[in-house]
């Protein structure tokens, strides 16, 4: 099916979503409640625990005894309160990331705190529209007593939503925004929950709009998502022209390696790298994995290697999950870090009993 399509169903025997583009699969949501309590985009209060000096970071405490840690420690001692969003999943014995850029999202409006006023998204060109939705979050501030330091984002959803819709949303998004930021003094507190998966669908891919949703506890079926989520249970993948890659994560890293199959030929080798290239930013986007991610590429003249990075940091640079590509090391293999944002698709399986 081409366009952009969104199905929501049950897998595994919890609600989960599923993004589809042309036919194919690009995002998976699922509930993550069973296996970690503060799954990313949870907004908490935390109390600042001690500075890392070296890190240029603070380790924070956060409902239920968890760890914390803020990149950013600028201004901050220790004793003091402070709101924070979960941003990713920690490693194992790590501390769980947080920011204090928080945002509150909505499918047509985004409440920014730290970033006062209204912009309206560079996809919306029409000047009447970028104007009217613009009047619309100015008075959705208003209404909820024009906090000071927030702002709001409207999505291009908006273009073709209605008015009194956006109002509603924009509105609610502002008002909780402002008594959340307000409630900073106290113990470490769970005060906004992440959303579960078909709420967070609406928000997360609601820019660009979907073509078409679907709703249904057999969609996941009917739309080969299920069969797509069995194809990423198993580490080896394959490539176009009989090759294939083998991604295999590890506790100190994640392994990829290419290989041609029986055809040898540098041709066929250069095929499957590209091919591995291009697909490798949605595979471990779906497959949940992250840290650094060291490529075996399937051996090809030293030549080549620009062909092949300069297709790596094309298919990487549509990414939203902050990734470094590092480059070759003296070994021929090529090395890059990316964010851990999300649980493993594999401990979600594990988490629901299936192998």
């Known amino acids: 099916m081409k366009g952009r399509q969104v199905v929501l169903g049950r897998h595994w025997g919890e609600e989960a979503a599923a993004l589809m583009v042309d036919g194919r699969l690009e995002d998976l949501l699922f509930d993550l409640s069973a296996l970690t309590p503060l799954p990313p985009g949870a907004i908490c209060r935390a109390v600042v625990d001690r500075l890392v000096k070296g890190q240029g970071g603070v380790f924070v405490r956060l409902p239920d005894g968890e760890r914390g840690f803020l990149r950013d420690a600028k201004g901050l001692s220790e004793g003091q309160a402070l709101i924070v969003q979960v941003t990713g999943v920690p490693e194992d014995g790590k ?55 927030l702002g709001l984002v409207m999505r291009s959803a908006a273009a073709g939503a209605d008015e009194a819709e956006i109002a509603e949303e924009a509105a609610g998004l502002a ?50 998502v299920a069969a797509a989520i069995d194809a990423l249970l198993d580490e080896e993948l394959d490539l176009p022209g009989g090759g294939f890659a083998v991604i295999e994560a590890t506790r100190a890293l994640v392994a990829v390696d290419v290989n041609t199959g029986r055809d040898m030929t540098p041709a066929a080798a250069l095929k499957a790298n590209i091919a591995l290239a291009r697909d490798l930013p949605r595979q471990l986007r779906l497959r949940g994995l992250g840290g650094q991610v060291v490529i075996d590429f399937a051996p090809s003249p030293k030549r080549e290697r620009g062909t092949i990075e300069q297709v790596l940091r094309a298919a990487f640079k549509a990414e939203g999950t902050e990734t470094v590509l590092i480059g070759w090391t003296a070994m021929g293999l090529f090395e890059l870090n990316r964010k851990r944002d999300r649980v493993p698709l594999a401990a979600v399986a594990a988490a629901a009993g299936t192998d």
């Open 95 to 149: 501390a769980i990331p947080v920011t204090q850029r928080v945002i509150f999202r909505g499918q047509t409006a985004l409440a920014t705190p730290g970033a006062p006023g209204v912009n309206v998204s560079r996809r919306i060109r029409d000047e009447a529209r970028r104007t009217r939705l613009a009047e619309l979050g100015q008075a959705a501030l208003s209404q909820a007593g024009d906090p000071p330091m």
């Open 175 to 224: 008002a909780l925004a402002a008594e959340v930021m307000a409630d900073a003094a106290g113990r470490p507190e769970l005060l906004v929950d992440a959303d579960l998966p078909w709420r967070a669908a609406w928000t997360d891919w609601a820019d660009p709009p979907p073509d078409s949703i679907d709703q249904g506890d057999d969609s996941f079926e009917a739309h080969g």
